[in-house]
Nanobody, 120 residues
């Protein structure tokens, strides 16, 4: 059974940092591109970042470029997202997904999410 479990979210002040993790199992992690999405209340899911199997190819949404860093540890089957200089507009549920697509569709395999709240 494919499982993705996100952790690391929380409440942080503007300008703060968090590191999200996504522990995976049930599939060959090292053979799959992985992606982070986020969804704010009342809004559609938003693509955040995608990383290739080796980690050598990375893409970021313009809204997070220069502030967020995606990475992966294939030995640990874990995906990461370092969030720096967080802003209130970054408040959302963050999901990791087993996909290399920027499209968040009903069939996208994803975790249950971890909540990031940025507030003073």
């Amino acid at each position: 059974e494919v499982q993705l479990v996100e952790s690391g979210g929380g409440l942080v002040q503007p300008g703060g940092s968090l590191r999200l993790s996504c522990a995976t199992s049930g599939f060959t992690f090292s053979s799959n591109w992985m992606t982070w999405f986020r969804q704010a209340p009342g809004k559609e899911p938003e693509w955040v970042s995608t990383i290739s199997t080796s980690g050598r190819t990375i893409y970021y949404a313009d809204s997070v470029k220069g502030r967020f860093t995606i990475s992966r540890d294939n030995a640990k089957n874990t995906l990461y997202l370092q969030l720096d200089n967080l802003q209130t507009e970054d408040t959302a549920m963050y999901y990791c997904a087993k996909t290399g697509s920027r499209a968040f569709v009903s069939g996208t395999i994803r975790g249950q999410g971890t909540q990031v709240t940025v507030s003073s």
